[in-house]
């Protein structure tokens, strides 16, 4: 929406900036479970698209990690968390 363009909250995604916004919900956040999520996907775009795009989303996580397999620190003494952004 271009009358919404100049308001820098509702374009970022990082909740650092988004929680200094005068309407930010303390007790919500800014956050989605993604059962939520899924279900306003499928609102919006039917369940076969919104299952098709998690499915998508697995397999991007999953290529990514079998990218970096020869490489990841295998001890058992330590881990290593690993996150995505999907955008």
């Known amino acids: 929406n271009l009358k919404e363009i100049g308001d820098r909250y509702i374009h ?10 005068a309407n930010y919900n303390k007790q919500q956040g800014c956050k989605w479970s993604i059962r939520k999520l899924k279900l306003f996907l499928m609102s919006k ?9 998690f499915a998508d989303i697995q397999a991007v ?10 490489v990841m620190i295998n001890d058992k003494h330590c881990f290593e968390l690993y996150g995505y952004d999907i955008l």
Do not use: I
């Open 12 to 21: 970022l995604t990082n909740v650092a900036v988004q929680k200094t916004a």
């Open 45 to 53: 775009v039917g369940e076969s698209a919104a299952n098709q795009l």
């Open 61 to 70: 996580m999953l290529r990514a990690l079998l990218a970096v397999q020869k």
